[in-house]
């Protein structure tokens, strides 16, 4: 059986006039599938916040590395929002506190503000003192993951993956360190805890100059603070061995304030309530599960243009390489033909390749 050139030509407009027709905004769990489908992996990330009040995390990701779907935005108590993050992805996670922004979303936060002057960041990072989360996704291989308290620590956070292989082991920090953070660290009245580093700027408490090595620089009064305080955090630059943490395969749950909830058992903390984020294009359900945490929001991530690096602090990253995201649909060349008519078997691989060609295109 035999199609005529026109009729080919006729099937190709209907598909592109549906393809254009059904290209809505793709879930989460959709896009997740399609990348899934070629090839293309990736880990969801889900931010939490337990506290009390508004926060406004800020997203850096590294040099060579896209950016995700948002670089900063806010986060009401008991909300949360998801992120897709394609393998080889790394970066870094705050929180913002104290924050001002008007109607055009302009303004600045009292802590970790990343100097850009409105919600989003656009590839600053955070001014210390910011506890941090930090991520290098794997490519096909270990993620490694860590809290650092290096550049100080404004407040609480918890990472836990979900649904990878290995130790996945949770980290963070769930101590109240602005309560025991001495004076000549403090910052305000209270609601950040500066490093060492900062406050004082001598080679010995940053690890440079002739400390900058782990034989010559070595935990600190200060550091030892943090540690006791948070013995799964990085203390200092080279504290490696006891803040350093790897799964493979994994989503990801970023929770701030985790001991506001309180239910709090273990490891695992209490539902946040769904509710829309006004302005995000993200729909919040009940009937989803990410990390443990049921009823959390699907959000439909976009790459874009890659990020710059802030200043290293050396919490990790020296052995952590940076990722890139390197994702391409790999397309074989279709033998032209010179006959006015295709076979049935041609139409349909032609259709297909089209088909998935579509896929990427919207994806």
Do not use: H
């Not at 399609?34 to 009040?53: K, W």
């Not at 304030?257 to 294009?281: E, I, L, N, R, V």
């Not at 649909?329 to 259709?351: C, E, H, K, N, W």
Request: charged share 15%; with cysteine; proline share 5%.
């Amino acid at each position: 059986m035999e199609l005529t050139l026109s009729s080919l030509i006729l099937t190709l407009i209907v598909l592109l006039a549906t393809s254009r027709g059904k290209n809505k905004p793709k879930t989460k769990t959709e896009k997740k599938k399609t990348l899934l489908f070629m090839g293309v992996s990736s880990a969801t990330f889900t931010f939490v916040n337990r506290c009390d009040y508004t926060i406004w995390p800020g997203i850096l990701a590294n040099a060579g590395s896209s950016t995700l779907d948002s670089t900063g935005f806010e986060l009401p108590t008991d909300s949360s929002r998801s992120f897709l993050a394609p393998t080889g992805w790394s970066g870094r996670f705050w929180a913002r506190t104290g924050c001002n922004f008007d109607g055009s979303g302009a303004g600045s936060c009292n802590t970790g503000d990343c100097g850009s002057g409105q919600v989003e960041c656009g590839g600053l990072g955070a001014a210390p003192p910011a506890t941090l989360a930090e991520f290098t996704l794997g490519n096909g291989g270990q993620d490694f993951y860590d809290v650092s308290l290096v550049d100080g620590y404004n407040l609480p956070m918890v990472v836990e993956g979900s649904g990878g292989s290995g130790l996945c082991a949770s980290t963070g920090c769930v101590a109240d360190v602005n309560q025991q953070c001495p004076s000549e660290l403090k910052v305000g009245d209270g609601e950040a805890c500066k490093s060492a580093c900062e406050a004082f700027g001598s080679p010995e408490y940053c690890c440079s100059g002739d400390f900058n090595s782990p034989s010559t620089c070595k935990p600190s009064v200060y550091s030892q603070m943090f540690k006791a305080a948070c013995p799964k955090s990085y203390s200092y630059a080279y504290d490696d061995a006891t803040s350093t943490f790897t799964c493979t395969g994994a989503d990801y749950t970023v929770t701030f304030c985790p001991s506001s909830s309180p239910s709090q058992k273990s490891s695992s903390y209490a539902t946040p309530s769904s509710q829309q984020q006004q302005g995000s294009g993200l729909e919040n359900s009940g009937d989803g599960s990410t990390s443990g945490y049921p009823g959390t929001t699907t959000t439909t991530g976009a790459a874009g243009s890659g990020g710059s690096s802030s200043s290293g602090t050396g919490s990790g990253e020296t052995m952590l390489a940076d990722g890139s995201y390197l994702a391409g649909l790999a397309m074989g060349d279709s033998p032209r033909t010179t006959t006015a008519s295709l076979t049935v078997i041609s139409v349909l691989q032609f259709i297909t390749c089209l088909s998935l060609m579509f896929t990427f295109c919207y994806l």
